[in-house]
């Protein structure tokens, strides 16, 4: 999903009345910038300095038209912040103040058409000033555009952007209901719409009873046939468990795209429980999680963004997880949730993936079936979303990494994680966040991409 960048090169008009031969250099400059930011996104701009409110306001248009999904403020010489304070209010969007320059070292021979065109400096703190003073937030980036630092940061920041692009107006849907006394997990609608522009669909479960019905048996017996030729499958099925999985799966995956879902959340007690279903929906959820719907279990919204953002960074590839057991022996904990598992994070092939039945859960017509694997060693992030102390919400993260350490043979997906401290301090610095007993987890650093997510949002963010 490529980001709209509404790109101001700013400047000072006034200059042009005495040294007009500034304009055709300040030009070049900007173009130079331009040049360099479209390497991140698609570059919406004017083709003029902003440098007079005439100038902004021609700009804040056609953001507008285009619908930008970020400003980038470029520092081409001296600025000064009225030019487009008014117009920063009235187009709010994520924004970027770019203190460079044209030169990345100054000379000892600088004169002073040159030294005109190094000091945009000299205008940042009175708009970074204005942008404190009004509430707008702002991230401030500092360099030349040919260092790494600069480029480092744009990309974070612009991943950032792009999370709050795909969240907006994204869709989750709930199939159920929260799984009783899981109230850490309770939200508020109202307020998790406003703050996210996240949408919660509910899906009754006469709806789910529906779709079942009415999936074609050739259409089901050809995905159970597909899952045993992709997968080891375990030999002790019972009855029509498998085929029923397929059928679930199919229902589940039609009710989603029927309602257009980005992400959902699936209380499955109700599945397996009645009499005409009567299976798990472990193998409907990581079909759906690997098709693109970020899916989570025991009707957790909140965890279910969290794990749409995390996907966002990572082309999809996040899984609804929980801590299990402490091993405190070894400073680690056992992770896992169930039966389910992102089979987006394993191309075709990268990982031995076992279908066997489930373990646990005895349902009206069998249990169903599940995934089994052993998840890669590497470095990951963790992070859950959970109601702040008001009404508002909080961000919790914390960086860790899956071990080598084999699963333990409970029949579902199950894996050791280490974190960057000893796991009885994690766990009391963990406690303090208020943060919910599940998590979204992504292979991969994002700790300074979920901090910026909640600087845009205005959201409270707690790395642990």
């Known amino acids: 999903m490529d980001v709209k960048i509404g790109f101001m090169p700013l400047a000072h008009g006034t200059y042009w009345n005495f040294f007009p031969a500034h304009l055709e250099v300040a030009m070049a400059k900007s173009a130079a910038y331009?040049?360099?930011?479209?390497?991140?996104?698609?570059?919406?701009?004017?083709?003029k300095l902003i440098d007079c409110p005439a100038r902004s306001v021609e700009a804040r248009l056609l953001f507008q038209k285009e619908d930008v999904d970020v400003l980038v403020l470029a520092t081409v010489t001296y600025s000064t912040p009225d030019d487009i304070m008014l117009d920063l209010k009235r187009f709010p969007r994520p924004t970027i103040v770019w203190n460079t320059q044209a030169s990345s070292g100054i000379p000892d021979t600088m004169d002073f058409d040159a030294w005109m065109m190094e000091h945009g400096v000299t205008g940042v703190p009175g708009l970074t000033n204005m942008l404190q003073r009004q509430g707008i937030p702002y991230f401030l980036v500092s360099g030349h555009h040919t260092s790494a630092r600069v480029s480092r940061e744009l990309q974070v920041l612009l991943r950032a952007v792009r999370a709050v692009r795909t969240i907006w107006g994204s869709r989750i849907g709930v199939f159920g209901h929260l799984y009783p006394g899981m109230i850490d997990f309770g939200y508020d609608p109202a307020t998790f719409f406003t703050t996210f522009g996240v949408a919660?669909?509910?899906?009754?479960?006469?709806?789910?009873?529906?779709?079942?019905?009415?999936?074609?048996?050739?259409?089901?017996?050809?995905?159970e046939r597909g899952l045993r030729e992709r997968f080891e499958t375990d030999k002790d099925f019972e009855g029509e468990e498998l085929s029923r999985s397929a059928r679930l799966a199919l229902a589940m995956r039609r009710v989603a795209d029927e309602l257009g879902l980005d992400a959902a959340t699936v209380y499955c007690q109700a599945m397996w429980q009645h009499p005409e279903i009567g299976v798990v929906s472990c193998v409907g959820n990581s079909l759906m999680a690997e098709a693109g719907v970020f899916t989570t279990c025991e009707g957790d919204v909140p965890t279910a963004l969290s794990g749409l953002i995390l996907g966002s960074f990572c082309s999809g590839r996040s899984v609804f997880t929980e801590i299990w057991c402490n091993d405190f022996d070894n400073d680690q904990f056992l992770m896992g949730h169930s039966g389910?598992?992102?089979?987006?994070?394993?191309?075709?092939?990268?990982t031995p993936i076992r279908m066997s039945r489930h373990p646990w859960w005895n349902g009206c017509q069998g249990r169903g079936a599940c995934f089994q694997l052993q998840m890669p060693p590497g470095e990951v992030t963790l992070m859950g979303i959970c109601p702040g102390a008001t009404r508002g919400f909080r961000f919790v993260a914390t960086a860790a990494s899956v071990t080598e350490r084999a699963s333990v043979p409970l029949g579902a997906p199950n894996y050791f994680v280490r974190m960057n401290q000893p796991i009885a301090s994690f766990l009391e610095a963990f406690g303090r966040t208020g943060a919910a007993h599940h998590l979204?987890?992504?292979?991969?650093?994002?700790?300074?991409?979920?901090?910026?997510?909640?600087?845009?949002?205005?959201?409270e963010f707690v790395q642990v």
């Not at 331009?34 to 570059?43: D, E, H």
């Not at 979204?440 to 959201?459: Q, R």
């Open 440 to 459: 979204s987890l992504a292979y991969g650093s994002w700790i300074p991409e979920i901090s910026a997510v909640a600087k845009i949002l205005g959201v």
């Open 340 to 350: 389910m598992m992102n089979l987006k994070l394993f191309p075709e092939g990268s």
């Open 34 to 47: 331009r040049a360099f930011l479209s390497q991140f996104g698609t570059i919406v701009e004017t083709g």
């Open 200 to 223: 919660t669909v509910e899906i009754l479960d006469s709806k789910v009873l529906q779709a079942f019905k009415a999936v074609d048996p050739g259409e089901a017996a050809a995905l």
